[in-house]
């Protein structure tokens, strides 16, 4: 019998339509999204074990993350904002070609049964790096940088609070059973949390097709 909360591609789907539709009606969207995010992280986390980490061993698999993350992406991104003659979306490219990957990306390569331990330490390293690269791209090509404390916040609370969390699930028995579930569950939420949020972007049809073009585009095309 199909089960819908084991299918992280139905959760997606579903919290997508759900927050299209109700997006009017979702108070405190982007709190709410946020700690989907945190419990996703926190239950990705719980799979792996600490114990014999060594950032050395790591280094190769960083170098790599950097590499597609700070010269690939951003620069590819930079491009479209080049190329963009809206200032508000030029500024919003320069903000994701400064940024680092996704911390979602963490849990997504749990569900894909991935190196979760390499993806957390890149992801770690990157989001480090990132609080001195964030300011500097920003500050060249919009002439303004965001607050360093905000994303020194956001750097604890996405990334340090869940490993602090997950350290107490990994001794809970049967969590290994609940994991799939929770991180597919909170994936429905944070979806259907963000498209509501951003509803009234999908009334311009032109905009959402160039803009998931160019998303299409920076997600797949290298």
Request: proline share 6%; aromatic share 8%; net charge positive.
């Amino acid at each position: 019998m199909f089960q819908p909360w084991r299918s992280f591609p139905t959760m997606v789907a579903s919290g997508l339509v759900l927050g299209l539709v109700f997006g009017g009606y979702l108070p405190y969207a982007r709190e709410i999204g946020t700690v989907a995010l945190i419990v996703a992280m926190t239950l990705a986390l719980s799979e792996i074990q600490l114990k014999g980490l060594s950032l050395a061993s790591e280094v190769r698999a960083f170098s790599q993350a950097l590499g597609w993350n700070y010269v690939g992406l951003t620069g590819l991104i930079l491009a479209f904002a080049l190329l963009t003659p809206d200032p508000d979306l030029r500024a919003g490219w320069v903000v994701m070609a400064a940024v680092p990957s996704a911390i979602a990306v963490v849990p997504l390569t749990s569900i894909a049964k991935g190196d979760v331990r390499g993806a957390l330490v890149s992801t770690a390293l990157l989001y480090a790096l990132s609080l001195a690269l964030v300011p500097a791209i920003t500050l060249v090509f919009v002439g303004r940088a965001p607050p360093l404390l905000d994303l020194a916040v956001q750097t604890f609370l996405q990334i340090g609070l869940p490993l602090l969390a997950s350290r107490v699930l990994v001794r809970l028995p049967g969590i290994e059973r609940v994991r799939p579930v929770g991180v597919n569950l909170s994936f429905f939420v944070l979806v259907t949390m963000v498209a509501g949020a951003n509803r009234s972007a999908f009334a311009d049809l032109g905009l959402v097709v160039s803009l998931s073009g160019a998303a299409l585009l920076r997600t797949f095309g290298i």
